[in-house]
């Protein structure tokens, strides 16, 4: 990320040690479990830890390719069914691999976070939730992702404590 002789701004390291925390979270809650566990849906939720923390990945790393280069960057990698084949593992995914591909991400984030110019900005992509004509600066977009990435902490703690009674905090 960064050589012996570079310094973070105090900014740019709270940043990252936010996105850290949250991510080991995420993470913490599918500690020792099997893939079929990974796959259970033990709530009337259509979630499941394996697919939420692959749809945690996808999405942290479209808009770490938003804050690079913008809408169109962006949705780089995105078909017609790649929404609903980010929340599922496929046929021969494990959670092993996508915690491999997690790690990927966070790597290439984390490099992107203390290197990126914070207030370069882009129009977000055209889209029902986004306010015509909006701008997120590359800060803002990490902001983001830190909350994104919490959220789903928080639900993969319930999903967690649903299998086996295991608590990412207690």
């Known amino acids: 990320m960064t050589g012996p002789t570079t310094t973070l701004s105090r900014e740019r390291a709270d940043l990252l040690e936010s996105m850290r925390r949250h991510r080991s979270f995420l993470r913490f809650t599918v500690r020792d479990l099997t893939d079929e566990q990974a796959r259970l849906r033990p709530t009337v939720s259509a979630l499941y830890l394996g697919g939420l923390i692959k749809h945690v990945a996808a999405t942290e790393a479209s808009w770490v390719r938003f804050a690079e280069g913008g809408a169109e960057a962006m949705s780089r990698n995105w078909g017609p ?9 496929q046929q021969g995914e494990t959670l092993a691999g996508v915690l491999a591909d997690y790690e990927a991400v966070a790597l290439h984030t984390d490099e ?3 290197t990126i110019d914070l207030d370069a900005d882009h129009a977000l992509p055209e889209a029902p939730w986004f306010e015509p ?3 997120w600066s590359a800060r803002r977009v990490f902001l983001h992702v830190i909350a994104e990435t919490s959220q789903h902490a928080g639900h993969a703690d319930i999903l967690r404590e649903s299998i086996d009674g295991q ?4």
């Open 81 to 89: 069914d790649a929404y609903m084949r980010h929340w599922h593992l």
């Open 112 to 114: 992107v976070v203390a």
């Open 133 to 135: 004509g909006a701008r």
């Open 167 to 170: 608590k990412t905090m207690g």
